[in-house]
């Protein structure tokens, strides 16, 4: 599995619709944004779960009821929703293998276990810029600019598949249009 | 599993020696570096045949054989390691959940999946980064760093340790001091 798994992308994806980025939509139910996008319904919820912990989703009441953004989109990183998504997952987790060169039998001296291995430092520095740049990015800057690559009839055309989902559950009937 | 995992590691801290950063060492056998690090052999030197296609260490000959550096320490990225050893693994995998957009139907339009995805982007952005941050650091900046930290005796400790192997596989005798 990639270091950025695909829970980062299904829900990025959805932000982008909550943040009306991709069609002006503000609030949506997991299962309708699960199915708008081909991605399953339990998993997404879990991920939504995570998400409103981690304060980026709020729970919203109505027959739209499901979620919107918690806070305003230009205020939410992708650093923010890829750590509430994948947890704390470190780019490389060291061993401390330096500790255990033979000729130190089992009571490694100071030196060899002082401060952060050289090899580490490295990864760690390699972790600080990856995140970064994921941290220079927001939900409002990506929503922006996948707008511009869509053409205008996209965004009713969403914003029609979801009111017909809610009509159907609301009666049955699709809403007037 | 860390994105750069253990066998990084485990192969960092063998280039040091091998570098004479951490021991004035040149060349050792894959299984004396792997028990001087309480490594295991086998997956070590499975390790060590990826380094010598990727042309990072030689094999070498005599009672000492083992490997050696294929090039100067200065020339060899701790990324030129991590991509031999860790293989083409993407920091992010797209699954491009764009095109699967409902109400596209089985026919995504152009406009769907044209260029790379605003959100792939920036993941690619990240990994662009950190693989930035890892070809800055080489075998031997580490290997100094590393010998700054270092008592004067570790190094002739390292030496004698393998010389000791290698004189108890030549006769079952020590070599001279």
Request: charge should be neutral; glycine fraction near 8%; proline fraction near 5%.
């Amino acid at each position: 599995m990639a270091h950025i798994s695909s829970a980062s992308e299904y829900v990025l994806h959805c932000l982008l619709y909550l943040a009306g980025g991709k069609a002006g939509v503000r609030e949506a139910s997991v299962k309708d944004l699960a199915e708008l996008q081909g991605v399953p319904v339990e998993y997404l919820a879990k991920l939504f779960t995570k998400l409103n912990k981690a304060g980026i989703v709020v729970a919203t009441e109505g027959v739209k009821g499901g979620f919107s953004l918690a806070r305003p989109a230009d205020s939410i990183t992708v650093l923010d929703v890829v750590d509430a998504v994948e947890g704390d997952k470190a780019l490389f987790d060291c061993k401390e293998i330096r500790a255990r060169c033979a000729i130190f039998g089992d009571d490694p001296p100071a030196y060899a276990t002082d401060g952060t291995c050289t090899i580490h430092a490295v990864m760690l520095d390699a972790e600080r810029r990856m995140r970064e740049a994921l941290a220079q990015h927001t939900i409002a800057s990506l929503a922006a600019r996948t707008l511009r690559k869509l053409p205008a009839e996209y965004g009713p055309q969403i914003v029609h598949w979801l009111d017909e989902r809610v009509g159907s559950r609301r009666g049955g009937r699709p809403p007037a249009k």
